[in-house]
């Protein structure tokens, strides 16, 4: 699928590290660079051996200790293991390396062998034992250090140690050994106490953690941090900003907290006047906060302008990849993706996360070809370094889908085989939705009827597509097998099968689902479920009782019940419904075109010029330009695009050619231009001239003398097929013996033999 060649900037040169002389121009290196890579570690190694100080245990403890900073354990172990008689400082590095990178269980054996080799553990030896113990839970083996310190005594009165084996007790959830051996503490320090409050929030007692907080006998900034954050985290939003608001001393994470409080409880305008009030305060924020604030950004509903035009300020200031993928996401979300684009491409080394992102942006905001080409930027220029995941296919899919591309959608599909990608049930219904919205409805039903489990949105999507494609009996079927399964609907699932019935002229059946909805499933009805019946009564042609259930509706019509209505009123040449559905479409939307012209199409059917003309008049007065007619088809992995009375592509003359000679073949079994909706002016032989630049005739007929002969041809079209097309395309799939599939704005049509699947539902 991917062929796009890109040149590759070559690999940076690391640099290598200066030679050192002695334990001190040693020293100083590894404090100007405190995070080495294994290249240089290597490098360092090497002179050690070089000057035959790869035996000081100094020297040693410090190199190990820069390989627990760039998690290079496997490296440190090596080296300590280089060493012949390790003394328990380079023992107490090795235990720190371990515990640092989250190798609890190396940790502990490592413990264990150091015991065995005589050490004797002191003070800094037992907090990383007693973290490690945490870390796994292990209350046991934390126990049997617990018991050593009673029966050894010394080390058992250091407040440190003690308060490791609080923590200890804490984390492996119990509390009560944590408290009796805080209370045995002789002189607490604010470590302990905030040790205690933080274990006893951890537990869920926050009335015993205000309660000692109470009792500190001093409160440093962590205590009520540690406070603050549990307050927040729980929704007790009032307390937290009283505690806040009372503190002597607050610092970023103080500001933290509370912003993060708020956000992650829906408030996300108040996230962001903390925000600004931090600022103005003078405190700095870090990734942290710019993490915390974008998300509050996103669920904000009047974010401020200054405060997101800083917080974009502080973000490009930033290294961190998360900061920009967050960014990133926040101006896909807003529509604004080549905002988006440009912090992706400032992005130098890029993970999945990000890539992802961009991808995903593309897709939600309607830009498949872009996500598709991203994704094969991705594989060109990573290779195996960055590997796709399910994430990454649920987008490409619906980039797919969104194409109507069906030849993408099989390679995508066969990617996630070939690669061994989970198949979960979010891309199982990405691809469900793919396959229905790509025409190939056997394979979606196919795929469903495969999975193991299926959850709501699996339902919903396979609901959604038995609808476009016309099959309301079919939907009301896995309608009925799921409520079988004893999964409830939603107000999604009641979308699907109301545009299920009103494609499949199913008005009474429809219009008992939708009474059906509160009383029998207590869904509110939205919008979206008005307009649906508005569209199935107009389909049915009850203009009369559509119009009626408009005026009645417990909420405000908009633009999609009112074009609803006039998409009926156009089906059905209602001229005086017409005019009020487009009066209230064009008050909503004063400069969508297709309102205008579905008017002007109602007039021109009735055979009222003059209105025809006045329609015109008004859309080139007030500059609403009508969008063009564009379709597209897929041959052999690429994707041809046409646009109405297009003469761009590189064969235009032989499918203008192709489609003059079917034209003649056509009239010969009864086709006859439907040139009614034209305008008056044009002579016969221009409106037929008119008719046949079409768009998704050209596309037809490029597919025609393009593909192989008896093969489906599947064209996607941007805007509803006219009437005239449609009688084109019923007649060519009985004439060339073709299965037609074409998927306008609303629905599919299926030709073949010279019918449609559509029964004139469309």
Known sequence: MCSILRNHSPLPTLPFIPRFKDQQSFSLILQQNPHLHLHHLKQIQAQLFHKSLHQDNILITKLISICALSGATDYATRLFESVFHPDLILCNSMLKAYTQNGLFELALHFYLRMLERGFYPDHYTLPYVLKACAGLSNVGFGEQVHGSLVKNGGVCDDVFVVNSLVDMYFKCLQSDAAMRVFQMIAEPNSTSWNIVVAGLLGSGD?????????????RDVVSWNTLISALAKVGELGKARA?????????????????AGFSQNGQCDEALSVFSQMLKSGVEPDNVTILTVVSAVGGAHSPDTDAVDRILSFARSS??????????????????????RKIFDEIPEKDLVTWNAMIGGYSQNQRPVEAIELFCQMQAENRSRVKPDGVTMVSLTVSCSQMGALGLGEWVHAYIEKNGIELDVFLSTALIDMYAKCGDLNCSCHLFW???????????AMIKGLAIHGQGNEALEIFSLMERDAVAPNDITFVGLLSACSHGGLAAEGLELFDS?????????RIEHYGCVVDLLGRAGRLAEAYEFVKSMPVEPDVIVWGALLGACRSHQNVELAEEAARQLVELEPKHDGNYVLLSNVYASAGKWGDVAKVRAHMK???????????????????HEFIAGDRSHLRSAEIYAAWDRLVERLKLIGYEPDTGALLRNLEEEDKEAALYRHSEKLALSFMLISSKDGSPIRIVKNLRICSDCHRAMELVSQLEEREIIVRDRNRFHHFNGGHCSCGGYW
Not at 206 to 218: I, T, V, Y
Not at 453 to 459: F, I, T, Y
């Open 621 to 639: 007065a007030h500059d609403v330009r009508k969008k063009p007619g564009c379709s597209a088809v897929e041959l052999g992995g690429v994707v």
């Open 206 to 218: 926050l009335e015993s953690a205000k309660n000692l907080f109470d009792e500190m006998p001093e």
């Open 243 to 259: 505690l806040f608001d009372e503190m002597p001393e607050r610092n970023l994470v103080t500001w933290n907290a509370l912003i």
């Open 319 to 340: 290294n961190s990849i998360s900061v920009s993928t967050a960014v990133l996401n926040l101006y896909a979300k807003f529509g604004k993706i080549d905002d988006a």
């Open 517 to 525: 909805m509160q009383s029998r499933y207590s869904i509110i009805p």
């Open 450 to 460: 495969g999975l193991p489990k299926r959850d709501l949105a699996c339902w919903n």
